[in-house]
C-alpha cells in the first residue's frame, strides 16, 4: 500500500522560510515523478512544483525563485524548501507521487499559513 506523509507546516511571518517534508512507503520511490500541490480555500488545487526521477525540477511561476524542490531517494523523501513566504502561499499543501499506469497517490495535507 502507497503512503504519503507530509510534515513540516504551521503558521510562519512573511518573508520567513519554512520546509516541507513528504515522506513515502509502499512503492519504488526513486523511480517516480513527485510533486507538491496545493489548495487555497476557494481555490482549485494548482501544482506548486514537481521533480522527476532524475531530479530534474519544474516550477510554477508564482514561486520561481523562491520555493526549490529536492529528493532524497536513500530515505524515499521529497522536500519543499519554501523562501521569503507571502500571505498568497497560504495553502494546504499536498504531496503526489504519479505511477502513470499504476496511478497517483496524495498525502493527507500540511497546513502553511503566512501571517504577521
Known amino acids: 500500500q502507497v503512503q504519503l506523509v507530509e510534515s513540516g507546516g504551521g503558521v510562519v511571518q512573511p518573508g520567513g522560510p519554512l520546509r516541507l517534508s513528504c515522506a513515502t512507503s509502499?512503492?519504488?520511490?526513486?523511480?517516480?515523478?513527485m510533486g507538491w500541490y496545493r489548495q487555497a480555500p476557494g481555490k482549485q488545487r494548482e501544482l506548486v512544483a514537481s521533480i522527476t526521477s532524475g531530479g530534474a525540477a519544474n516550477y510554477a511561476d508564482s514561486v520561481k525563485g523562491r520555493f526549490t524542490i529536492s529528493r532524497d531517494n536513500a530515505r524515499n523523501t521529497v522536500y519543499l524548501q519554501m523562501n521569503s513566504l507571502k500571505p498568497e502561499d497560504t495553502a494546504v499543501y499536498y504531496c503526489?507521487?504519479?505511477?502513470?499506469?499504476?496511478?497517483?497517490?496524495w498525502g493527507q495535507g500540511t497546513q502553511v499559513t503566512v501571517s504577521a
Open positions: 503526489n507521487v504519479n505511477r502513470g499506469p499504476n496511478g497517483s497517490n
Open positions: 509502499g512503492t519504488i520511490f526513486r523511480i517516480y515523478p
